[in-house]
């Protein structure tokens, strides 16, 4: 019963574990290439950098799409009354990507300590331990791609503040937003 159950952590946390790193996968973006995405649709069209930002959950760009469903609101063309208004908007929008990757982060956290779980009891009721070794090394791995990326995405939030941020405020003041309706 006890070598059925470390089986069963084991591939348990591993299931946990490749949960949260295709979660991770699924949003995870480049973001040098991203922002020069993002700034030349920002210096063309605004409106459809609202687009793309709809399209992008879990990134940067969903505190951009927020910041300019603000900005779009002021109605203005004033400078400091855009930038005034687009920060918050982008500091609010930013707490859903930050938890989205908390939650991601949680799962393969507990995949890890299922993991860990099952080996401990392979080990404490000698059965062969290869099939865990093997699942811990493929964990090991995942949190080895998984924490540098998840450290990158909260990198990337602020650097997109600092560096699209002014861009969209400039872009407001120039009028490159067309307003429907």
């Known amino acids: 019963m006890k070598v059925f159950l470390s089986y069963a952590l084991s591939l348990a946390g591993l299931g946990f574990v490749i949960w949260a790193v295709l979660g991770a996968y699924a949003v995870n973006l480049s973001y040098p290439g991203a922002r020069l995405r993002m700034m030349n649709m920002l210096r063309t069209s605004v409106n459809q950098a609202e687009i793309m930002c709809r399209a992008a959950k879990g990134t940067f760009y969903e505190p951009i799409g927020g910041a300019i469903k603000i900005g779009a609101m002021a ?6 009354i855009i930038s005034a208004s687009t920060k918050p908007g982008y500091d609010a929008n930013c707490m859903p990507v930050t938890m989205h990757w908390k939650k991601l982060f ?3 956290k507990r995949g890890v300590m299922l993991v860990v779980g099952g080996l401990a009891i392979a080990i ?14 493929l964990t090991a791995g995942a949190a080895v ?3 540098p990326t998840k450290i990158e995405n909260e ?3 602020v650097r997109a503040k600092a560096e699209l941020l002014p861009e969209l405020d400039r872009a407001f003041a120039e009028g490159r937003y067309v307003r429907h309706g």
Do not use: M, Y
């Open 106 to 108: 949680g799962r393969g």
């Open 155 to 157: 990198r990337s939030l």
């Open 75 to 80: 109605q203005t063309t004033d400078l400091a």
């Open 145 to 147: 791609w998984f924490i």
């Open 124 to 137: 404490a009721v000698k059965t062969n331990p290869a099939l865990h070794i093997i699942v811990t090394v």
